[in-house]
């Protein structure tokens, strides 16, 4: 079973179990996959279950996230160039294709992809063939392409803005990882995976979740998923002493001084994490506190929030969904 | 029994090498070697001395980080060429 090679994938709600086995079944064949899910919902984590399930697995996983690439580079970093190629191509160099040879190349932000390298992305997807930047010799690439991608990417390709013959090609196999708040009951049994987990690693004793937290574990809507989850766990047993740990924000109001991001968005050098999980989890604050205010203002009433916000009202209800936020929590003018 | 930093850090290179004894062209992050080389085969170790591992591996010439554009980094057997 998927999940005994794989300790991460930890969970026992049908959406998550349904997402393991088409997990497994993508495993055995070639083809492109399209994973998508909201931050911190476990696409990386999909993606090299897929490639270390599969036939490639003796060979390289490469993941490069497109969001974090300047649009000038992202060709030559996948095709590689020419020496001459451009003003800083001193000497040719090979790319990331070709750095995953045999394996598979994760591209994930997919939605991040500039338009001209989405183009050249499909050519080479229609035939695994492609020229470095700058050169004329023709290569061939044997990787399996696996790209994950936010839920924006249904709004890019309804305004065009992300190729949709690109989409097609890539999401031959589709894998939607499920948010936590779909996921009933897998809170709680991360929350206690992670704790083992992490105080074990840190030599810590074992603790039980506090009994008053559990209701609240499984209420919250964890708009940052199971990343939000296991930082919460790690940060409230470093945080915390006793036998009970409690991750309610009221239980660690200290953890706010490491965890949250400040106001001014800077952080300090002891607090620095991965540059995507301190975006993700900025983005998170920001979308939480602004939605909070929308919905006052709007008192309760989604359409007229959409106006306000500028956006389809589908789009907002998708948001509010996301972090738990209730219409009828909003004051009525009546 | 609690291991020490130091014995966890041995634990890793010795599973790192081991994987790439049996899996030459293999490659991948810190993190998936944390998950998959180490965590499939039991050794459940923190990041950061997965992380302690690698560099030491990689000052013995016993592997090689290849850097990314996005700014992290794979780890391999050492070959010619990059990245």
């Known amino acids: 079973m998927l999940s005994e090679r794989s300790p991460q994938l930890v969970g026992r709600a049908p959406a998550f179990l349904q997402a393991l086995t088409l997990i497994e079944r993508m495993a055995r064949y070639d083809a492109p996959v399209l994973i998508v899910g909201e931050t911190g919902t476990g696409k990386e984590l999909a993606a090299r279950a897929i490639h270390y399930e599969s036939e490639r697995r003796d060979a390289p996983f490469v993941p490069l996230n497109c969001g974090a690439v300047p649009e000038t580079l992202i060709e030559s970093e996948l095709f590689g160039c020419e020496r001459g190629a451009f003003t800083d191509a001193r000497q040719a160099r090979s790319g990331l294709i070709a750095a995953a040879e045999g394996g598979t190349l994760f591209l994930d932000e997919l939605d991040s992809l500039p338009l001209r390298a989405q183009v050249s992305l499909l050519r080479f997807l229609q035939d695994f063939r492609y020229r470095p930047v700058g050169g004329t010799r023709e290569c061939c690439g044997d990787v399996r392409v696996v790209a994950a991608a936010s839920p924006r990417l249904h709004e890019l390709l309804e305004t065009g803005a992300f190729r949709d013959d690109l989409a097609f090609r890539l999401n031959v196999l589709l894998l939607e990882m499920p948010p936590l708040r779909d996921r009933p009951g897998d809170a709680r049994v991360l929350a206690e995976y992670f704790i083992a987990r992490h105080a074990r690693q840190h030599a810590l004793p074992p603790r039980a979740l506090a009994p008053g937290c559990v209701d609240w574990i499984a209420r919250y809507a964890w708009p940052g998923n199971v990343r939000e989850l296991d930082n919460r766990v790690q940060r409230a047993l470093m945080l915390s002493d006793g036998d009970e740990l409690d991750l309610r924000p009221c239980a660690t109001n200290s953890i706010s001084a490491t965890g949250a991001p400040r106001s001014d968005g800077a952080v300090s050098a002891g607090d620095l994490r991965a540059f995507n999980d301190a975006r993700d989890e900025a983005m998170l604050h920001f979308e939480r506190s602004y939605l909070e205010q929308l919905m006052h203002s709007a008192h309760g009433n989604v359409t007229h929030a959409a106006r306000l916000a500028g956006k389809e009202r589908r789009a907002l209800g998708k948001l509010l969904k996301k972090h738990g936020l209730e219409r009828d929590a909003f004051d009525s003018p009546n | ?83």
Do not use: F
């Open chain 2, 1 to 83: 029994m609690c291991e020490d930093a130091g014995t966890r850090r041995r634990r890793a290179e010795s599973a790192i090498l081991a994987h790439l004894a049996r899996h030459p062209l293999a490659a991948d992050t810190e993190q998936g070697i944390a998950q998959w080389w180490l965590g499939s085969k039991g050794v459940d170790v923190p990041l950061d001395d997965v992380r302690q591992a690698l560099e030491a591996l990689l000052h013995d010439g016993r592997i090689e980080r290849a850097t990314l554009p996005d700014g992290r980094a794979i780890y391999r057997a050492p070959r010619s060429g990059g990245p």
